[in-house]
């Protein structure tokens, strides 16, 4: 799977939008961009993920350029248990193999 | 839908003694389970991959006598802790694939074990 890079941590405030980077430039042509967040103390939790097109469900958007060397992940209003850890994984849609998760990027959103 | 049930969410032990980690898929059915440990402020890494009816595979450095995994069904999996020692404590989480939805894994809310 392809290598994913994110800033530690990033700040925003209540009732703003989230935008979370991820680099992925070595990304094949087959490998899907998946986001999973962990809130603290929990288990990780499926956000959203996409090929190609801007994918949007209830929790977020997913914007991939058109080279699909990078991402962001959008949350549109951003409330305070949007705090969490969020991570970029870059896979190939094939089995069931397991998630490799990286260090992420820390969400803090204050009042 | 897609949930997986685990338990205990918190344990406390004494050193040398086991403990046991369940987590059920309580509407669909795991054939496969993943096995994590996340250390503080550190990401989840991969311990074991269990089958239901096979033996688990472990990844480099995880020792399969210390981490007894077992599948025996299709909703069931459990990871024993045998003697555990401090350095133990962690938190440890289990997820499933969704068979049919390529990509969505479905993870138990993790378990704290301390061991003193």
């Known amino acids: 799977d392809a290598k994913t890079t994110q800033p530690p941590s990033m700040d925003c405030a209540e009732g703003r939008a989230a935008n979370l980077p991820c680099n992925h430039s070595t990304i094949s042509g087959n490998e899907y961009v998946y986001w999973y967040r962990q809130i603290h103390s929990q288990g990780p939790q499926y956000i959203i993920h996409g090929l190609k097109n801007n994918e949007t469900n209830e929790m977020a958007s997913l914007i991939i350029t058109e080279d699909r060397k990078s991402s962001t992940l959008i949350l549109p209003h951003a409330t305070l248990r949007d705090t969490a850890v969020y991570y970029c994984?870059?896979?190939?849609?094939?089995?069931?193999?397991?998630?490799?998760f990286g260090k992420g990027t820390m969400l803090l959103v204050s009042p | 839908g897609a949930v997986v049930s685990q338990h205990p969410s918190r344990v406390i032990c004494k050193s040398g003694t086991s403990v046991k980690i369940e987590c059920r898929s309580l509407?669909?059915?795991?054939?496969?389970m993943f096995w994590y440990r996340q250390f503080p402020k550190k990401s989840l890494m991969l311990m074991a991959t269990s089958n239901e009816g096979s033996k688990a595979t472990y990844e480099q450095g995880v020792e399969k006598d210390k981490f007894l995994i077992n599948h025996a069904s299709l909703t069931l999996s459990t990871l024993t802790v045998t003697s555990a020692h401090p350095e133990d404590s962690s938190f440890y989480i289990c997820?499933?694939?969704?068979?049919?939805?390529?990509?969505?894994?479905?993870f138990g809310s993790g378990t704290r074990l301390t061991v003193v």
């Open positions: 994984i870059v896979r190939v849609n094939s089995g069931y193999s397991t998630l490799t």
């Open positions: 997820s499933a694939p969704l068979t049919g939805v390529e990509g969505f894994y479905t």
């Open positions: 509407d669909f059915q795991a054939t496969t």
